[in-house]
């Protein structure tokens, strides 16, 4: 028996060298990919500019979310006191610290400054002051974003 090498057959050769050239092509080098860039150079910048025209149209033409701030109070070890009075005797006695600081917070707030407004019907002084500076006041029953603020900060001017 002779250890000679055997030729290979026409069919195995060429199948190899068919997987050889197909690997070699599948990788793409960085040139290669930077070649292709350069090219479609035209068409990535228009679809970024289409995208970041429609992002843009979509953001302007959209209503916008507005946010709203709140404060819970939690009060589990309610005395039976009640009032200012209640708050005060607490505050003395050292029971519960935050709550006469909490109290405080909640009359400061904005929605109690708006409520306190329109219980006194305050619109009117600041509609009136609106024609008297000549702009626009605003006949219908709404307050306007404008009004509020006036309002809150006519009401908190005042503490």
Do not use: C
Request: proline share 5%; net charge negative.
């Amino acid at each position: 028996m002779s250890l000679e090498p055997q030729p290979e057959s026409q069919p195995a050769q060429l199948a190899r060298n068919q997987a050889t050239i197909t690997a070699t092509e599948e990788r793409l080098s960085l040139m290669d990919v930077w070649r292709v860039v350069v090219k479609q150079r035209l068409i990535i910048l228009s679809v970024m500019v289409l995208a970041f025209s429609a992002a843009l149209i979509y953001s302007f033409r959209t209503k916008p979310v507005y946010e709203s701030v709140s404060r819970i109070e939690i009060k589990p070890n309610h005395s039976a006191t009640a009032g200012l009075t209640g708050l005060m005797e607490e505050e003395r006695t050292g029971e519960d610290s935050s709550s006469l600081q909490t109290e405080i917070l909640v009359l400061q707030s904005d929605s109690v400054a708006l409520q306190t407004a329109q219980s006194l019907n305050l619109i009117n002084q600041i509609r009136a002051e609106q024609v008297d500076k000549s702009t626009h006041p605003n006949p219908s029953g709404e307050i306007s974003p404008q009004e509020r603020r006036a309002l809150i900060g006519f009401i908190k001017g005042g503490l």
